[in-house]
């Protein structure tokens, strides 16, 4: 039976991960935003001075007669560095931590599982550091944000960053990955 799910994922730059959590077949929505913090409507200007709390993220809604939660969760591990604190590449601050904020229990649970078995397999040189914590709120981030990779794709920042994530993501996932 098919069902829609909603996860809430932190994995550095929001730009993104739109654009790898929308080229997963199965995932019927992608929304980049803020959660984890403290201020209600936290705008972008603000939530990059690692002031509100939050965190760069998305939010992102599949039907889970075609994509797992735990197949959601193996691309989120595959394509950022689970194990760098408050940082993803070039990005520094507690805006772009590593997280997951499940919405059910299940989830929950298989955040839990998968990097139990991650870790005991060695799959990352260092400990994973990904925050797993109850979902509270959030809050879509401005328009430009919004598909910022489908709009932008000839951007430098697109083509150096983001880029080479959808092509390891294809790779690895290729069944997975929408034509």
């Known amino acids: 039976m098919s069902a829609?799910?909603?996860?809430?994922?932190?994995?550095?730059?929001?730009w993104c991960s739109e654009a790898v959590f929308g080229a997963v077949k199965g995932v019927t929505a992608v929304v980049s935003g803020?959660?984890?913090?403290?201020?209600?409507?936290?705008?972008?200007?603000?939530?990059?001075?690692?002031?509100?709390?939050?965190?760069?993220?998305?939010?992102?809604?599949?039907?889970t007669a075609a994509v797992s939660t735990r197949e959601i969760l193996e691309v989120f591990f595959a394509t950022h560095d689970p194990t760098t604190l408050n940082r993803q590449g070039a990005?520094?601050?507690?805006?772009?931590?590593?997280?997951?904020?499940?919405?059910?229990?299940?989830?929950?649970?298989?955040?839990?599982?998968?990097?139990?078995?991650?870790?005991?397999?060695?799959?990352?040189?260092?400990?994973?550091v990904t925050e797993v914590a109850?979902?509270?709120?959030?809050y879509a981030a401005e328009a430009e944000h919004q598909e910022y990779y489908r709009r932008n794709r000839l951007q430098p920042y697109c083509m150096i960053?983001?880029?080479?994530?959808?092509?390891?993501?294809?790779?690895?996932?290729?069944?997975?990955?929408?034509?």
Not at 4 to 14: P, Q, V
Not at 161 to 179: D, E, T, W, Y
Request: hydrophobic share 40%.
């Open 4 to 14: 829609t799910e909603t996860i809430t994922l932190a994995s550095g730059c929001f």
């Open 34 to 63: 803020y959660t984890g913090g403290a201020v209600a409507n936290p705008t972008y200007r603000a939530v990059c001075t690692g002031q509100t709390g939050h965190a760069e993220a998305v939010q992102v809604a599949y039907d």
């Open 91 to 128: 990005d520094v601050g507690t805006q772009y931590r590593s997280a997951i904020f499940y919405h059910t229990d299940a989830q929950k649970s298989a955040a839990e599982q998968l990097i139990g078995e991650l870790t005991a397999a060695g799959v990352f040189p260092g400990s994973i």
């Open 134 to 138: 109850p979902f509270t709120t959030f």
């Open 161 to 179: 960053v983001i880029n080479p994530k959808l092509a390891k993501f294809r790779k690895q996932f290729a069944g997975k990955a929408r034509s």
